[in-house]
């Protein structure tokens, strides 16, 4: 009977602590924004598209950097997401390095979220 107990216990800590990932960390849910710039990697296989979020009278403005899978379907994913910015500076090290205001990303593995800091 403890068994049940514990193993209930510790599926509704799972589901909770998973809830809160989801509600307010999860990349995948930020804002669109407002559209600033993009840059295409040197040998075109990415572009990386920079948008800025308008936070509302009582936050700043946020940069989102949306990665654009051009050889695969066009599909996104965000790698960078940062508070206290309204302007992208983008410029590519490589195929796969990224260097966006500042912060280089390895974009095939390398996430930047202000959030995790």
Known sequence: MLKIFIMIGLLIVGLIGYGVYWAFFDMNRLPTGEYLTEEISPGGKYTLKAYVINGGATTSYFVRGELVFNIKDKKTKNIYWNN?????????KDNNTVEINGHTLDVKRDKFDFRNQ
């Open 84 to 92: 206290q910015e309204d302007t992208a500076t983008i410029s590519w």
